[in-house]
Antibody, heavy 120, light 110 residues
Framework: EVQLVQSGAEVKKPGESLRISCKGS????????ISWVRQTPGKGLELMGR????????SYSPSFQGHVTISADKSTSTAYLHWGSLKASDSAMYYC?????????????WGQGTLVTVSS | FMLTQPHSVSESPGRTVTISCTRS????????VQWYQQRPGSAPTPMIY?????PSGVPDRFSGSIDSSSNSASLTISGLKTEDEADYYC??????????FGGGTKLTVL
């Protein structure tokens, strides 16, 4: 059974760094791209970026370029989303999702989500 | 471009409901449309991909289509069940493969 299991909820202060994780199981982790999606009440669902775990090639949506870093460790089948300096506006639910083999425009499995709260 | 969905729809159990997703510019047929179901407190679940394809495990009560004349995509749910009550999102992508999500439609089954 394909599963993506994300790390737990985080409460951080502005300016702090954070890395959340997404561990894949039940399939060959390097065979599918992983995306990260942000969900907020105000802006809804937004694609942040994607990574190919086989070679760690990443692409970012313009709104998130330079503010987050996506990485992957194929030895542990885990993808990561990292912030160097959090802002209050980063408070959101974050999901990782596996992209379908047909193309990187659709997903088939999602993690359960990680709630990030940034508050002073 | 933007994808516009109705904020909410409601229908009775056993009936059929259709949720629309209208593309603001460019042809709806240019890029595949996906649909997601999200129940409260849960992650989105893919229900339709590539306009009309159902992932394995999705009941055939769910179907997707596109209509070039109205430049929109539709998700149709037949034989409504109370468990179908959820938010539904459409999603497509642009020339640079950036995804665009609709704002979501709250389906009430009453």
């Amino acid at each position: 059974e394909v599963q993506l299991v994300q790390s737990g909820a985080e409460v951080k202060k502005p300016g702090e760094s954070l890395r959340i994780s997404c561990k894949g199981s039940g399939y060959s982790f390097i065979s599918s791209l992983i995306s990260w999606v942000r969900q907020t009440p105000g802006k809804g669902l937004e694609l942040m970026g994607r990574i190919d775990p086989s070679d760690s090639y990443t692409s970012y949506s313009p709104s998130f370029q330079g503010h987050v870093t996506i990485s992957a460790d194929k030895s542990t089948s885990t993808a990561y989303l990292h912030w160097g300096s959090l802002k209050a506006s980063d408070s959101a639910m974050y999901y990782c999702a596996r992209l379908r083999p047909e193309g990187d425009y659709a997903t088939d499995y999602w993690g359960q989500g990680t709630l990030v709260t940034v508050s002073s | 471009f933007m994808l516009t969905q109705p904020h909410s729809v409601s229908e009775s159990p056993g009936r059929t409901v259709t949720i629309s997703c209208t593309r603001s510019s460019g042809s709806i047929a240019s890029n595949y449309v996906q649909w997601y179901q999200q129940r409260p407190g849960s992650a989105p679940t893919p229900m339709i991909y590539e306009d009309s394809q159902r992932p394995s495990g999705v009941p055939d009560r769910f179907s997707g289509s596109i209509d070039s004349s109205s430049n929109s995509a539709s998700l149709t749910i037949s034989g409504l069940k109370t468990e179908d009550e959820a938010d539904y999102y459409c999603q497509s992508y642009d020339f640079s493969n950036s995804w665009v999500f609709g704002g979501g439609t709250k389906l009430t089954v009453l």
